[in-house]
């Protein structure tokens, strides 16, 4: 069993610090709800990294809203629906399609400097919508343009404190309410902070996979920090895959975007002949899950390990305008988007699934909240529809403070001391070894293709690296493997549960949708079995 705690404490011998808010993590989610917070509250914004390292960063495509008069949030709400496969919170969506558009000028008065063309907002579409509502900056570094805007305010905010290079190894609870957070300091001392709220935005779990498009830092901590603390945790079998990641020698698995696609951009296999119209309706503007199973199809019967993408027939000049860093990205390993095919294939890119969520962003843990991709406030379903994440962050980010802003204080003082039998001496394996080891686990056997012997197999492979749980932990990496491994086991235990393919979630075993059975969630608690929720989409 996952212990609640990955170390042994006493918080009575450990330096106190109180503040309002602890903020975990720094992209859009946490740099705006902790922005917003401090507007009244005092802030400690936490982040294991640099303050600008996120999934934030990285993210090219833009952020969804309705701003223009031929969209509608009725259009973004079908759209949003249909991409999540059934499974969907209809109030959830019908607040962020509502409140997505006050949001995106939020950030704008933010600092953020979204690209215009004629006098107005630059729109783009991706696939699934329906309409051109992608806001993007400086072409294809949507992502980067909004943290730079946001840590410019929270780097000179009076009432934020941000601590980089921190990490929060858990949250501290006392009964069925979160009182704050256990956090090493880069010199290894600990400290606890106490909080009338805490805020997960830790992002996502890129890096449970071998090839993903995400950082680094994508490590599911939050999620498994949340699940440690007794939380719900829900949907995690549904992981996207983006179809089109950079697959070629000596480069990283860097993201093209689907907005290579909305500007017409091409698959074609080895043979070089054009694929999708075998697989949808919509080709290359298909629904990711399905453009990512294509592309593996392809590969399988082609004996490739790659297909390309190809924009050839736009101009370069076009090219370099629209999409820059892409564009300079491939040029830095001898590839011309304007002349040749890019090489690309799959990789793990975004999970839908993560903190159960009410409407306010508040877990099933009192004054336990979770904002941006760790969260499963019910917008994104079974298959998030393209560039809703961003929007996601600001609106629920909001919705949590004026939920804060509601609790009152804690109250007396928190006396917990916490000590587990058997947890002498480090890892008895080197933790980069056991990363590479898990990552390949997932791939092989929980990856975009799924079914029972593989799955029960991967199940093997991870319940053998559980003895790391009785290991004494103390570096960063250590704490980052763990709450790896206790995030392999949800996604792992989830997909090996729903018998059925739906969204991102795929079964070779069990290959159509099945509304009549699995129209419902699943959510896994620490000391409860695996339960049901049915959905309330429409």
Excluded at 105 to 110: H, N, P, S, T, V
Excluded at 158 to 185: K, M, P, S, Y
Excluded at 221 to 242: K, N, T
Excluded at 295 to 311: A, G, H, N, Q
Aim: net charge negative; aromatic share 6%; proline share 4%.
């Amino acid at each position: 069993m996952i212990p609640q705690f990955l170390v042994d404490f006493d918080l009575q011998s450990l330096p106190c610090l109180e503040t309002d808010v602890i903020v975990i993590g720094s992209g859009i989610a946490g740099l705006y709800t902790a922005i917003e917070a401090g507007k009244d509250l005092n802030v400690i914004m936490i982040t294991k990294n640099a303050l600008l390292e996120s999934n934030t960063r990285y993210a090219q495509g833009g952020i969804a809203a309705v701003t223009s008069e031929d969209d509608s949030p009725a259009y973004h709400r079908e759209d949003t629906l249909m991409a999540g496969a059934g499974l969907c919170s209809s109030a959830a969506v019908d607040v962020l399609v509502n409140e997505g558009p006050e949001g995106v000028q939020e950030l704008i008065r933010l600092g953020t400097s979204f690209d215009v063309e004629n006098g107005g907002l630059a729109l783009t579409q991706e696939g699934a919508h329906s309409r051109r509502r992608i806001l993007h900056a400086n072409g294809d570094a949507t992502g980067f343009e909004i943290v730079r805007a946001l840590a410019a305010q929270v780097r000179v905010h009076e009432r934020v404190q941000v601590w980089e290079h921190h990490f929060v190894i858990d949250v501290i609870t006392v009964g069925n309410e979160c009182v704050g957070a256990l956090v090493q300091r880069p010199d290894g001392q600990r400290v606890y902070v106490k909080a009338s709220a805490t805020i997960l935005c830790t992002g996502g779990a890129g890096q449970l996979y071998r090839y993903t498009t995400n950082p680094d830092v994508a490590t599911a901590d939050g999620i498994a920090i949340a699940y440690r603390a007794g939380a719900r945790i829900r949907d995690m079998e549904f992981i996207q895959f983006h179809p089109t990641a950079l697959c070629y020698p000596g480069a990283p698995r860097f993201l093209i975007s689907e907005a290579v696609r909305g500007e017409g951009a091409v698959l074609r296999n080895i043979k070089g002949d054009r694929f999708m119209e075998k697989y949808h309706e919509l080709l290359e503007l298909a629904p990711r899950d399905i453009v990512a199973r294509a592309i593996v199809s392809e590969m399988e019967e082609t004996k490739s390990t790659f297909v390309y993408l190809d924009i050839t027939h736009e101009p370069q000049d076009v090219i370099q305008h629209r999409f820059p860093t892409i564009y300079e990205t491939c040029l830095n390993y001898g590839l011309d988007m304007a002349t040749d095919w890019i090489p690309v294939a799959p990789a793990a890119h975004y999970m839908m699934g993560g903190v159960k969520t009410d409407l306010n962003g508040e877990s099933s843990v009192a004054r336990l909240f979770a904002c941006g991709e760790v969260s499963s406030t019910g917008v994104h379903g079974a298959n998030r529809l393209a560039s809703n994440s961003l929007s996601e962050a600001i609106v629920f980010g909001r919705r949590i403070v004026n939920r804060i802003r509601e609790l009152a204080p804690l109250a007396g003082s928190v006396d917990l001391t916490h000590q587990l039998e058997g947890r002498t001496g480090a890892p008895k394996q080197a933790v980069i070894e056991r990363r590479l080891k898990l990552q390949k686990v997932m791939v092989r056997y929980a990856g975009l293709r799924r079914s029972e012997p593989m799955l029960r197999k991967g199940l093997e492979e991870l319940q053998r690296q559980l003895p790391i749980f009785q290991s004494e932990l103390t570096k960063k990496e250590e704490f980052e493997f763990a709450n790896m491994l206790t995030s392999c086991m949800l996604v792992t235990r989830a997909a090996l549960e729903r018998k059925e393919s739906r969204g991102a979630h795929y079964r070779e075993d069990y290959p159509q949708r099945d509304d009549a059975e699995w129209r419902k969630h699943l959510l896994q608690h620490r000391e409860e079995e695996m339960m049901e929720e049915y959905s309330d989409d429409v």
